[in-house]
C-alpha cells in the first residue's frame, strides 16, 4: 500500500518546514493540534500591532523545525542522538503550547481557575499518548524532565530554549518590532553538549548578547506595551467579573463550553472529561460572548465588553513607585466628577504591577571557550555588570477611564 507522503509547510520566517514522520503529522492533524490555529499568539496585541494576528499553531510549527534543525547540528557535531529521541524532540516542542486558552497568556489561569498552561499542556500530551498507543512517552519524559539526558529538557525549556528562539523572531516579524529580530540559525549553529548540558560555543557570544538585549527590548516594547496590556487587563477583569454573576445567578450568555468553566471554581486538570471540554475553547468563544456582552444590562459587564470590541481603551500610567490609595481614590472622585457613577468607577480604576527578568544567574547560560573551558554568561560577557540584565525590572501602573 502507498503510503500519504508527508507534507512541507511554507513558513513566512524560515520557508520551507518538513514534517519528518507520519506520528508528528498525525499530531498535526489531531484536533487537540488544529486548536490551535484558532489561539492568538499575542493576545489582543494586534490592537496596538496590528500585523500580531499569528496563532500558536505556527509558533509550535517554527518551534518544531527550529528543534530539527538544532539536532541535525549537534548530530554533526558528534552528539548520539538517536531517530528516535530526535522524534521525541520534535514532538516534545511541538506540544509544548497545546495546553494553551483563548488568547493566550491574557486570560490564563482566569478561564481554567488557577491553572497554568504548562500542566493542561502536560495533561493533553498524556491524553495524546493514550490514542496513540504509548508512542509519545519518550516526548512527554523530555517535556517532564524526567529523561536521563538532562540536555534533551533544556532544548524545550530553558534560558535559551528552542521556544524563545521562535517566538522572538516571529513576534518581531508580525509586529514589525525589529529589535527583537535575533540570529536563530547562527545561535543553533553554535550550540554543543558537553557534560550533558547546552553550551553555547564561544564564537556565539555575541548573538547570545543579542537575543538577551532583544528579550528585553520585546517585553517593554511589545509584550507589556501600556496598550496591549490595558487590553489583556480589561479582557482578565471582564471574565473575573463574569464569573461574579454568574455566580449570583445572573444570566449571562455565553457558549456551554465556556460556561462550564466560568462557573466552576474547582476542576481537576487531569481528568479526561475536563481536558476535553477545554480543548473546545478558543478566541472564538471569547469574542462572540464580548459582542453578545456589550448589549447586557450590566452597565459594567457592557462597558468591558464595547471597550474591547471598539478598542476604546483605559489610559495607563506607569511609574516606578506603587500607587498610594490616596492617589486611586482621588483618580476615582475625579471620574464621578467627570460624569461616570461610583460603582463605574469601582470597576474601571485599577493598578497593579508588571515585571521583566530575562536573565537568571541561576540558571546560567554556558559558554564553551576555545579551550574547551564552560563559563557562566555573566562570567564570560563584558556586556553583563552581574546586574543589568539578571535584575527584575518592576513598573507600577494606574489604569482609568478617559473623560466622557
Given at each position: 500500500m502507498k503510503a500519504n507522503k508527508l507534507p512541507v509547510l511554507n513558513d513566512p520566517i524560515y520557508g520551507f518546514i518538513r514534517v519528518e514522520s507520519k506520528l508528528v503529522f498525525d499530531l498535526l492533524e489531531h484536533p487537540y493540534f488544529q486548536r490551535l490555529r484558532r489561539i492568538s499568539q499575542m493576545g489582543l496585541s494586534s490592537l496596538v500591532y496590528p500585523g500580531a494576528r499569528h496563532s500558536r499553531f505556527e509558533h509550535a510549527l517554527g518551534a518544531m523545525h527550529l528543534m530539527n534543525k538544532t539536532v541535525e547540528t549537534l548530530q554533526r557535531?558528534?552528539?548520539?542522538?538517536?531517530?528516535?529521541?530526535?522524534?521525541?524532540?520534535?514532538?516534545?516542542?511541538?506540544?509544548?503550547?497545546?495546553?494553551?486558552?483563548?488568547?493566550?497568556?491574557?486570560?490564563?489561569?482566569?478561564?481554567?481557575?488557577?491553572?497554568?498552561?504548562?500542566?493542561?499542556?502536560?495533561?493533553?500530551?498524556?491524553?495524546?499518548?493514550?490514542?496513540?498507543?504509548?508512542?509519545?512517552?519518550?516526548?512527554?519524559?523530555?517535556?517532564?524532565?524526567?529523561?536521563?539526558?538532562?540536555?534533551?529538557?533544556?532544548?524545550?525549556?530553558?534560558?535559551?530554549?528552542?521556544?524563545?528562539?521562535?517566538?522572538?523572531?516571529?513576534?518581531?516579524?508580525?509586529?514589525?518590532?525589529?529589535?527583537?529580530?535575533?540570529?536563530?540559525?547562527?545561535?543553533?549553529?553554535?550550540?554543543?553538549?558537553?557534560?550533558?548540558?547546552?553550551?553555547?560555543?564561544?564564537?556565539?557570544?555575541?548573538?547570545i548578547e543579542k537575543f538577551i538585549m532583544a528579550r528585553r527590548l520585546m517585553y517593554w516594547q511589545v509584550y507589556l506595551h501600556k496598550t496591549g496590556l490595558v487590553a489583556?487587563?480589561?479582557?482578565?477583569?471582564?471574565?473575573?467579573?463574569?464569573?461574579?454573576?454568574?455566580?449570583?445567578?445572573?444570566?449571562?450568555?455565553?457558549?456551554?463550553?465556556?460556561?462550564?468553566?466560568?462557573?466552576?471554581?474547582?476542576?481537576?486538570?487531569e481528568n479526561p472529561m475536563v481536558l476535553e471540554k477545554f480543548s473546545h475553547l478558543d478566541d472564538t468563544d471569547i469574542y462572540a460572548a464580548l459582542k453578545k456582552w456589550q448589549y447586557h444590562p450590566d452597565e459594567v459587564l457592557a462597558s468591558f465588553s464595547k471597550r474591547i470590541i471598539n478598542r476604546d481603551l483605559m489610559k495607563m500610567y506607569y511609574r516606578e513607585e506603587a500607587f498610594s490609595?490616596?492617589?486611586?481614590?482621588?483618580?476615582?472622585?475625579?471620574?464621578?466628577?467627570?460624569?461616570?457613577?461610583?460603582?463605574?468607577?469601582?470597576?474601571?480604576?485599577?493598578?497593579?504591577?508588571?515585571?521583566c527578568k530575562v536573565y537568571s544567574n541561576k540558571s546560567s547560560i554556558k559558554i564553551l571557550d576555545k579551550r574547551g573551558e564552560i563559563h557562566s554568561l555573566e562570567d564570560f560577557s563584558s556586556l553583563f555588570d552581574g546586574k543589568t540584565f539578571s535584575a527584575t525590572e518592576i513598573k507600577h501602573y494606574l489604569c482609568y477611564p478617559k473623560s466622557k
Open positions: 557535531k558528534h552528539i548520539d542522538i538517536s531517530a528516535e529521541e530526535k522524534e521525541a524532540l520534535a514532538i516534545a516542542i511541538l506540544l509544548h503550547d497545546i495546553g494553551h486558552g483563548p488568547f493566550s497568556h491574557a486570560i490564563e489561569r482566569t478561564i481554567f481557575l488557577g491553572v497554568n498552561h504548562e500542566l493542561l499542556s502536560l495533561g493533553f500530551m498524556e491524553l495524546l499518548n493514550k490514542t496513540f498507543k504509548g508512542k509519545l512517552s519518550l516526548a512527554i519524559a523530555i517535556y517532564a524532565d524526567q529523561y536521563e539526558r538532562k540536555f534533551m529538557h533544556q532544548l524545550v525549556s530553558s534560558q535559551l530554549d528552542i521556544d524563545r528562539l521562535d517566538y522572538l523572531k516571529r513576534d518581531s516579524f508580525y509586529t514589525g518590532a525589529t529589535e527583537g529580530n535575533i540570529n536563530s540559525p547562527r545561535i543553533i549553529e553554535m550550540l554543543n553538549v558537553v557534560d550533558d548540558q547546552v553550551v553555547v560555543e564561544e564564537n556565539g557570544l555575541f548573538s489583556e487587563l480589561l479582557l482578565s477583569n471582564t471574565m473575573k467579573y463574569v464569573r461574579k454573576l454568574v455566580a449570583k445567578g445572573e444570566t449571562v450568555p455565553m457558549t456551554e463550553d465556556l460556561m462550564y468553566f466560568i462557573s466552576q471554581d474547582q476542576l481537576d486538570p490609595t490616596e492617589e486611586i481614590q482621588m483618580q476615582k472622585q475625579k471620574g464621578v466628577e467627570n460624569g461616570f457613577s461610583p460603582n463605574y468607577m469601582e470597576h474601571f480604576v485599577f493598578t497593579g504591577e508588571v515585571s
